[in-house]
Structure formats: C-alpha cells, structure tokens
C-alpha cells in the first residue's frame, strides 16, 4: 500500500519551459514534505521543503505548491535547465517521526536543450 | 568534505553467504537511515538510528541487521543473503530527525548489491 505516489515515471521539457513534477498522498498525518534529486551513480540530495502550514516554498529556480485537501504537492522549476534533468522524489514526513516512510517512486525528468 | 560514505560500491555475492555493507559519516549526525530503491517503488526504509545503541526497523527490515555502536558507523548486515534482496542501497545521515527544523538526509552514494 504506496502512501506516496508519483503517477508520471518520466517527463521531457524544453530547455527554459517550466517543469512540473506532481506527487500524490493518502496519509493525512503527513506534515511535512520533502523533495529530493537524484543523477546516476550518486546518492539522492535533499532539494526544498514544505511544511503543511504553508501551501507554497520557494527557493531560486524551484517551488513548491501544498494542496493539502486534495493531498498533492506539485514541485515547479522554473526555467528549466539541462542540469536539472534527474530523477526525483517525494517525501512526505510525520515531522517528528523517527520513522522515515517509502519516497514516492521518483520521476525523471529530461530537460531538452 | 562533509559525506556519507558507503563501501563497497559494487558487491555481487552468493546466496546465504554473511555481508557487511558499511556506512560513516563525517557530520557528526544523530540520525542514520538505511534505505533500499528497487524499481518502481521508489526508494523504501530498511533501519534507522536515531543515536549510538539506539536503532528501529524501518518499513522493509527483514533479513537485515544493523548496530551503531559510534556515532559514525551504521552498518547493514546480510546474515544470509537472498536474490530478492538484490537491490541498490543508500545510507543517509541527518542532523536530526527528518522534518524538524528543515532537517534533510545526507544520502551515501550507493551501494549496488546483487546476490546469485
């Protein structure tokens, strides 16, 4: 039983265009998300945060967007670069929960130049 | 440099054949994970630590072990390792535990194992 799903396993975009990368949850006692990136051969590197107070966080190039009623975050780069092309994950939290639950299955993303 | 470092890189071995796959960290974090990624389930929780003697199964512990003995060690073991635990491992360490104070993961490189 996945509590985090990301739908999309892969997603192309042009070079300058905006990337959308959505994630899906079930549990409501999530309060806190994460997004991670992830290029070959490396580990994952912890990319930008959202905590359920607020409904969005930016950070430079990459926001993210909190739907807690429809339990969606979305993760928006913009613009998009051929760097950014990556796999990345979801991560949804109990803050203060020691026990860290399954990442989403990741979406990589391919950014065209 | 501040890392997490994961040894061996590569490690194919046989079935129920005992493996150690190591885990330090130059941080000085309390928290260590051990994670496991296989495809399409993205990347799932094996143990955790949350400080020295102080360990918890994650969400797929059987058929691991792990000690922490020092702040900076956080070995997985395989006392007898099978095909279906054939996968690509990642060690991470947190300052503290993920989600409180913007606390994320510092993730090893990985540790690809395939057991025949």
């Known amino acids: ?113 | 440099e501040a890392q997490v470092t994961q040894n061996p890189r590569y490690l194919i071995t046989v079935t129920g054949k005992k493996l150690t796959v190591t885990c330090s960290q130059n941080m000085n974090h309390e928290y260590m994970s051990w994670y496991r990624q296989d495809p399409g389930l993205g990347l799932r929780q094996i143990y955790y630590s949350m400080n020295v003697e102080v360990t918890d199964k994650g969400d797929v512990p059987e058929g691991y072990k792990v000690s922490r003995k020092e702040k900076r060690n956080f070995p997985l073991i395989l006392e007898s390792p099978s095909p279906n635990q054939t996968s690509l491992y990642f060690c991470a360490s947190s300052l503290g535990v993920p989600g409180v104070a913007n606390y994320g993961y510092t993730f090893g490189s990985g540790t690809r194992l395939t057991v025949v």
């Open chain 1, 1 to 113: 039983d996945q509590q985090v799903k990301q739908n999309s396993p892969s997603l192309s975009v042009q070079e300058g265009r905006i990337s959308i990368l959505n994630c899906d949850y079930t549990n409501s006692m999530f309060d806190y998300f994460l997004w991670y990136k992830k290029y070959p051969a490396e580990g994952p590197t912890f990319l930008i945060s959202i905590s359920s107070i607020k409904d969005k966080n930016e950070d430079g190039r990459f926001t993210v967007f909190l739907n807690k009623s429809a339990k969606h975050l979305s993760l928006h780069i913009v613009p998009s670069q051929p760097g950014d092309s990556a796999v990345y994950f979801c991560a949804p939290l109990i803050r203060g929960s020691a026990r860290q639950l399954t990442f989403g299955s990741g979406t990589q993303l391919t950014v065209l130049p």
